[in-house]
């Protein structure tokens, strides 16, 4: 079975080695086998088959039949991924509870100062830029909560710069009245966005890595742009709270 090397290099980055990856790509292809028909069409000398084969069962890519001969039943790939997935949580949640317990007193007892990158933008030119450099540099997820006020500061982006990867996933949220907003769905290549009736500030996060915040109610009081962790994790938590509570459209 033939597979890009892309999917070879993720194969490896979860954990499994050229044997196991030459072993699952057989059974995926041949379905249930034995050991010695795995050893027999795959690459991997004989004496290290069941070495491979027990360290695919523990890492939840195969299942052993109970009957005699044994036989290796792959597991589904997306389950295999998923059971890894809930592993990596476990970890961590682990780490971060020896890395809170043992570590951040540390750091707190020092009272050490911290200087995170942020900017206040003040200026019509200067908030443009920085947000089609956001808009520019998004690879995977766009969170855009738009206040009434945030229109036509939208509106004033260069079409040109919104051709978005189709990885891109766009949550579009807006406050005021749909019928004002539906320029969006093809500005920003959605087919439905949430609204609400009212929104104090807005702002854009991009990729889990920055946001730029616009802080006022009718107006944008204050701009600012930051990629600090807590913060921008703190906005996708805020944003991930008002859209569960807005309505579709």
Wanted: avoid cysteine; hydrophobic fraction near 45%.
């Amino acid at each position: 079975m033939s597979i890009s090397e892309k999917t070879r290099t993720i194969m490896k980055e979860t954990g499994l080695n050229a044997y196991e990856i030459e072993a699952i790509l057989i059974l995926l292809t041949n379905g249930q086998m034995t050991a010695m028909e795995i050893s027999q069409r795959a690459p991997i000398p004989y004496s290290k088959i069941y070495e491979v084969l027990n360290s695919l069962k523990e890492k939840g890519w195969l299942k052993i039949s109970e009957s005699r001969p044994f036989k290796y039943i792959p597991v589904p790939p997306i389950e295999a991924i998923l059971a890894i997935k809930l592993r990596l949580d476990d970890k961590y949640q682990n780490w971060k509870t020896a890395i809170s317990d043992d570590l951040q007193p540390l750091y707190e007892k020092q009272q050490l100062v911290e200087h995170p990158e942020m900017l206040i933008l003040r200026g019509q030119e200067a908030v443009m830029t920085k947000l089609e450099e956001i808009l520019k540099k998004a690879t995977k997820e766009l969170m855009i909560a738009a206040p009434i006020f945030a229109r036509n500061i939208i509106s004033s982006i260069d079409p040109l710069i919104l051709n978005f990867q189709k990885s891109v996933n766009v949550k579009l949220m807006v406050a005021g009245k749909a019928p004002d907003w539906l320029f969006l769905k093809k500005f920003f290549g959605v087919n439905t966005f949430r609204i609400r009736n009212h929104m104090f500030g807005g702002g854009i996060i991009a990729d889990e890595k920055e946001a730029m915040l616009f802080l006022g109610e009718d107006k944008p009081s204050l701009v600012v742009w930051s990629d600090h962790i807590g913060l921008v994790g703190f906005a996708r938590e805020y944003f991930q709270f008002l859209w569960d509570s807005s309505k579709i459209t």
